[in-house]
């Protein structure tokens, strides 16, 4: 528990801590990496460079001092940073790591007026917050090394398949290289691959992209034009090389419920709900498959899904592309817009609503089903990355 002096501290400094946390993990990211080259493998450089990973850490740090007395309210944010160390195989000797760059990237910012006596207040504030992330991280590894197929930590895994799905789609499907049985998992969840680049060990999360029951794990990679790892597995990695993985993680998975499902994406963003597709339809449940794309040349998985539109009779399927080519007729055009979304959707039935894809296509969903009245409690989403907010920063 936070001594009664110290949340004294955390109170009366907070709203400065607030004004400058920006400021703060401006500093401290380089810090760290100075300090300690050896965890930079475990952020992406990406996020880095477009200052996600840092306002995600400047949010994180204001939210949770903003509710020591009220942790509960922090739950579902807590468990998909939980959710996310895990994946990276995040280790308690991690903790003291960040803690120390961490308040020296607040003396540094703050100057004299940060004395030992503040220093000390967060220091042990962070490390309540740090104790219950390892609690519940242990919690994690001990569950996927307990389940059948599962294994903590890093395992190595090799490549089996490699198949195209659209012009900047690739398909990678990986065995256990023992040739052991793998962990099942939770429709949505998602993987990280650990690979060696260029002399630099580096960690990326991927989404599965195949349904649970299957004897290997399935990711589908958007080429980046300035993607370091989506390059080097598109044009580098071949059937029998080797990766590390460890072992599945997320929590925005498919509920279980007996309401229409609406499987919302745009792009890249349709690689979770292709792990989501089959059991929901399996479930009897009523199913709406609504994606977005440019055109029938970046449109993965087309085949996949029109195969399950004749296999089950519950599920309604909806394309639309907004750059069209000319073979590209029979396909609706435009854009997944308010109008477009109103007439797709079984909003009379009060349907759970999964939508992913890029920063700009969920902002617009977000927008549009607000407008339309849909319950938050109806909404489900994932950024790709960092937790981000499509409105006021949060935790």
């Known amino acids: 528990m936070l001594s009664e002096q110290s949340r004294a501290i955390i109170d009366a400094t907070l709203p400065a801590v607030k004004e400058n946390a920006r400021n703060i993990t401006e500093v401290f990211y380089p810090l760290m990496f100075q300090r300690y080259p050896q965890v930079k493998a475990y952020f992406n450089e990406a996020h880095q460079a477009q200052g996600t990973q840092r306002q995600a850490l400047a949010n994180a740090v204001v939210a949770y001092a903003s509710n020591l007395d009220r942790l509960e309210l922090l739950g579902d944010a807590v468990s998909l940073i939980v959710h996310k160390h895990a994946s ?16 020296a990237a607040i003396k540094e910012v703050f100057g004299d007026v940060a004395t030992d006596e503040v220093l000390n207040a967060w220091g042990e504030a962070y490390q309540q917050l740090a104790d219950i992330l390892i609690g519940a991280e242990e919690s994690v590894y001990r569950a996927n090394e307990q389940q059948p197929g599962g294994w903590r930590g890093e395992r190595k895994f090799r490549l089996i398949r490699k198949e195209k799905e659209s012009e900047v789609i690739t398909s990678f499907y990986f065995e256990a290289a023992n040739g052991d049985a793998i962990a099942s998992f939770k429709p949505g969840q998602y993987i990280t691959l650990i690979l060696e680049i260029d002399g630099e060990t580096t ?80 479930s009897g449940r009523e199913v709406h498959f609504i994606h977005g794309a440019l055109n029938s040349a970046t449109h993965a998985f087309k085949s996949a899904v029109d195969q399950l539109g004749e296999e089950f009779d519950n599920l309604r399927i909806s394309y639309c592309y907004s750059e069209p080519l000319p073979q590209d007729r029979e396909i609706a055009t435009g854009l997944l817009d308010q109008a477009r979304l109103q007439s797709l959707l079984p909003l009379e039935q009060d349907p759970d609503i999964y939508f992913l894809g890029p920063r700009p296509f969920m902002q617009s969903c977000y927008r549009s089903l607000s407008a339309l009245c849909v319950p938050a409690e109806r909404m489900r989403y994932e950024f790709f990355g960092p937790l981000e907010t499509f409105d006021a920063p949060a935790f």
């Open 88 to 103: 990276l195989n995040i280790l308690p000797e991690h903790y003291p790591i960040v803690g120390e760059c961490l308040l």
């Open 203 to 282: 960690r990326r999360n991927y989404s599965l992209s195949d349904s649970p029951d299957r004897p290997h794990y399935r990711i589908s990679v958007k080429r980046e034009a300035d993607g370091r790892v989506s390059n080097h597995l598109h044009d580098n990695l071949n059937i029998g090389d080797c990766v590390r993985l460890t072992p599945p993680c997320g929590d925005f998975v498919l509920s279980d419920s007996d309401k229409p499902l609406v499987l919302l994406s745009g792009g890249v963003g349709l690689t979770p709900t292709m792990s989501m597709l089959r059991p929901a339809l399996n």
